[in-house]
């Protein structure tokens, strides 16, 4: 149980084009899911907490017009990288958890290049 | 603020022996560990969790950890390594309350080779 989706797991896009990454948890109801972005061979540093019916709430020097974040339900939430750019190419992954005591579970994540 | 190092971006073991690989953390108040281990472009893998309870941790591919309150510690450790173990490693952690689910915090990573 607890499987995370997340779609696709890799996209090309011109720059200046938008992208949107779904992030669907299969079997359980996530009211908060997690996105994170990670550069080659570093950690996950972690973008923004998406909140069911309400606001993200994004991290510190993360722009909130250039990735928008919606989770309209209980099992999706989208990342859409606006206006890409190269510096935007990336390994963006997501997260969710039916409660801590089941643990986090992560998508198999999306590989992002901007040409 | 909560905060994890994992002081060696690399370890190497001869498959067969016994791995470790080192995590401390920080965090205010009861401490919710988690270890992953995430194959080349995918995604985290769940390999344990420390919420409570016994301080010997046991996982998923024979990966156990240990919780040591005193020294801030919850290493990964494998009583025999495979080649099949080379990895990168993440310890995460988050504060330990209840309600809503919080963000984890991850390291820095460690990468595992495990040679023949």
Known sequence: GAVVSQHPSRVICKSGTSVKIECRSLDFQATTMFWYRQFPKQSLMLMATSNEGSKATYEQGVEKDKFLINHASLTLSTLTV????????????????????????????????VV | AQSVAQPEDQVNVAEGNPLTVKCTYSVSGNPYLFWYVQYPNRGLQFL???????????????FEAEFNKSQTSF?????SALVSDSALYFCAVRQGTSGSARQLTFGSGTQLTVLP
């Open chain 2, 75 to 79: 290493h990964l450790k494998k009583p």
């Open chain 1, 82 to 113: 606006t206006s890409a750019h190269p510096e935007d190419s990336s390994f963006y992954i997501c997260s969710a958890t039916p409660g801590v005591n089941y643990g986090y579970t992560f998508g198999s994540g999306t590989r992002l290049t």
């Open chain 2, 48 to 62: 344990l969790k420390y919420i409570t309870g016994d301080n010997l941790v046991k996982g998923s591919y024979g």
